[in-house]
């Protein structure tokens, strides 16, 4: 099984930028974020494909990149000009052939004044 721990959440005022982080156990290519916020349903927010290419969600594209350190096994979430609607629990997944889809504990995030 994958391991994925994710870091880097917390209180943020709207406009304001976090960084979240999210190590994985082993070396993985499709890997992402996603997003869960009170009474609605997960969403992907970010991902890497297996291809290399990656993939946002429209309410965050041009605020929100995702990038990596494959030496690290380390895949990073930054996000900036935050609003409150992006307040949720972000949790970092990953998929692996033979294994399915492994997700982290989540790191709640809050965008408020």
């Known amino acids: 099984q994958v391991q994925l721990v994710e870091s880097g959440g917390g209180l943020v005022q709207p406009g304001g930028s976090l960084r979240l982080s999210c190590a994985a156990s082993i070396s993985i290519n499709a890997m992402g974020w996603s997003r869960q916020a009170p009474g609605k349903q997960r969403e992907s927010v970010a991902s890497f494909t297996s291809d290399g290419n990656t993939n946002y969600a429209d309410a965050v594209k041009g605020r929100f990149t995702i990038s990596r350190d494959n030496a690290k096994n380390m895949v990073y979430l930054q996000m900036n000009s935050l609003k409150p609607e992006d307040t949720a629990v972000y949790y970092c997944?990953?998929?692996?052939?033979?294994?399915?889809?492994?997700w982290g504990q989540g790191t709640q995030v809050t965008v408020s004044s």
């Open positions: 997944h990953a998929y692996v052939y033979g294994l399915g889809i492994s």
